[in-house]
């Protein structure tokens, strides 16, 4: 897969894309992250990519030509960043991780030149109901999201039992020592009982998500056991 990223402001990609799982994505070649400096397609002395908005107010806004010309390089589903755009969720990721190349345009300032939106623009995402100060963050957050989904980058078995996946939250996790300050690890998790175990976690799972995230429940069709567990979290078990 490949993740374009036009951006004001490239210097802020430098540690994403050095650290961690996401290193090891790139050096392995399961994914390429291309940082494109949207200045490098500005024309002028000064390179200029923002300019005074028409109608007035306050903010500059950035201008058209250099991102249309940024995107006549860098090809696939565009996604904009924007307080504007629909919510980033897990099925979103899931979806975006199929894809063979996206480009995400960062913008800052006021935003981008609408016409750009309108006639470029597949998708707007957003992180959710606040603004931030540009989309650097917002485009690493989306892609640090796609990436560990794609085969390979990590186990299959640790990303379908991340919080969302299968519709609720995840379970908690414990590991050595086994005691710690009086806090005791439940002794299911040490029993080696595979059976009890998935069991434990899985209602552990839908009890945080009736505490924590009760909507997520709405609609879902719950299998036997299931049910039995939440008939055993209702009883106090």
């Known amino acids: 897969m ?35 400096n949207i200045r490098d397609f500005a024309e002028g002395k000064h390179k200029q990519c923002d300019d005074i908005p028409f109608g007035g107010g306050a903010g500059m806004v950035m201008k058209p030509e250099p991102i249309l010309r940024a995107l006549e390089e860098n090809k696939g589903k565009v996604i904009y960043t ?27 300032y006021e935003g981008i030149d609408e016409r750009v939106i309108e006639s470029k623009v597949d998708l707007e995402i957003s992180l959710g109901d606040f603004v931030l100060t540009g989309g650097e963050l917002p485009a690493m957050v989306i892609s640090d999201a796609i990436i560990r989904l794609i085969p390979g980058v990590i186990k299959k078995e640790s990303y379908e039992n991340d919080s969302f996946y299968n519709g609720l939250l995840d379970y908690p996790h414990y590991t050595r020592p086994a005691e710690f300050e009086g806090l005791k690890v439940p002794e299911v998790l040490m029993s080696g009982h595979h059976k009890n175990i998935d069991e434990w976690r899985l209602k552990q799972s839908l009890k945080r998500t009736q505490e924590r995230r ?24």
């Open 214 to 237: 009760p909507e997520l429940l709405k609609g879902r069709e719950f299998s036997k056991l299931e049910k039995k567990l939440l008939k055993e979290i209702k009883e106090g078990q």
């Open 82 to 108: 924007s307080p504007q755009g629909v919510k980033l969720n897990q099925n979103l990721a899931c979806e975006l991780a199929q894809e063979q190349e996206i480009t995400i345009i960062a913008g800052h």
């Open 2 to 36: 490949k993740i374009n990223i036009l951006t004001l402001f490239p210097e802020f990609f430098n540690s994403f894309k050095e650290h961690s799982i996401i290193k090891r994505a790139v050096e392995r070649e399961q994914v390429k992250i291309n940082i494109v």
